[in-house]
């Protein structure tokens, strides 16, 4: 949806290094998700924020931050980066923290740490 | 706690009806359940959502029971373009919070 948008869309680094992924959107929502995604793991939700004051861990949190700058941005950062953090990342928005209300993606970042 | 299961893969064929089944043993009693589509390299996509009994939208159907411990997506007379992994999303009040949980989704591969 480019309504959300990730930058990068790939990312190779080295261990130890720190990174940080973008996700902007344009549709107005309050709520910002980061999820990882592994393969044969589905989607584990990293952080949440319900608006830029309220930012909330998720069910995989250690070894990641995030900063909500404004209502259309939401960072993920990894302070210090280890291999078993490779995975594809997804931003999501919706306009209610529930599982009634419609989630919407960006595209992904990959991220590989060697 | 609450946990979805679905099957990991299903293969069919083009022109057939595909029914996929996630199981979800709790469920916020006022939560809806929703399902997801996923291609390769894309974020997921949302198909289609419901309460209870049947929803039918221009893409699918959701049958979900009284008891609302289960659903089954029904996508009809699929084609090729519906190979995909299928993701079924329920929310669930855990130590009084509320908390989204996904399944691992199904892949889906439609053959000619």
């Known amino acids: 949806d480019a309504d959300v948008t990730q930058t990068p869309r790939n990312r190779i680094t080295k261990t130890g290094k720190r990174i940080m992924l973008e996700c902007s959107q344009t549709?107005?929502?309050?709520?910002m998700y980061w999820y990882r995604q592994d393969p044969g793991l589905g989607l584990r939700l990293i952080y949440y924020s319900f608006d830029v004051k309220d930012i909330n861990k998720g069910e995989i949190s250690d070894g990641y931050s995030v900063s909500r700058q404004a209502q259309a941005k939401f960072s993920l950062s990894l302070e210090s980066a280890i291999p078993n953090q490779t995975a594809l990342y997804f931003c999501a928005t919706s306009d209610s923290w529930t599982g009634t209300d419609t989630q919407y993606f960006g595209p992904g970042t990959r991220l590989t740490v060697l | 706690l609450a946990k979805t299961t679905q099957p990991i893969s299903m293969d069919s064929y083009e022109g057939q009806e595909v029914n996929i089944t996630c199981s979800h043993n709790n469920i916020a009693t006022n939560d809806y359940i929703t399902w997801y589509q996923q291609f390769p390299s894309q974020g997921p996509r949302f198909i289609i959502q419901?309460?209870?009994?049947?929803v039918t939208n221009e893409v699918a159907s959701l049958f979900i029971p009284a008891d609302r411990k289960s659903s089954t997506l029904s996508l009809p007379r699929v084609s090729l373009s519906d190979t995909a992994v299928y993701y079924c999303l329920v929310g669930d009040m855990v130590d009084s919070n509320y908390q989204l949980i996904w399944g691992a989704g199904t892949k889906l591969i439609i053959k000619p």
């Open positions: 549709k107005g929502h309050d709520r």
């Open positions: 419901g309460y209870k009994t049947k």
